[in-house]
Nanobody, 121 residues
Framework: QVQLAESGGGLVQPGGSLRLSCAVSGSIASIKSMGWSRQAPGNQRELVAVITSGGKTNYVDSVKGRFTISRNNAKSAVYLQMNSLKSEDTALYYC???????????????WGKGTLVTVSS
């Protein structure tokens, strides 16, 4: 069974930084893309950052220049470095991995349970 576990959320002041981590565990054959999405109260979930297996990255416009996504393939982990945080970044952050499980016939998306980021003075 595949599981994703996020960590690193918390309370930070505007202008501060946080680093989110996500570890993938279980019977994994291969991991394709990985990424982070977020959902603020009353808002729809939005995809924040994506990184392919080859290291190509893409970001939503609102975080470009402030957030950096990276991954460690050896550890089956993905990270999100968040700098210059703003109050509007407050949300529950979820990591995902598009992967093929051992014995699976195709890839599919797996999601973590989320970690809360609160940006407030």
């Amino acid at each position: 069974q595949v599981q994703l576990a996020e960590s690193g959320g918390g309370l930070v002041q505007p202008g501060g930084s946080l680093r989110l981590s996500c570890a993938v565990s279980g019977s994994i054959a291969s991991i394709k893309s990985m990424g982070w999405s977020r959902q603020a109260p009353g808002n729809q979930r939005e995809l924040v950052a994506v990184i392919t297996s080859g290291g190509k990255t893409n970001y939503v416009d609102s975080v470009k220049g402030r957030f950096t996504i990276s991954r460690n393939n050896a550890k089956s982990a993905v990270y999100l470095q968040m700098n210059s945080l703003k109050s509007e970044d407050t949300a529950l952050y979820y990591c995902y991995a598009n992967l093929e499980a051992v014995g699976g016939l195709y890839t599919k998306d797996y999601w973590g349970k989320g970690t809360l980021v609160t940006v407030s003075s």
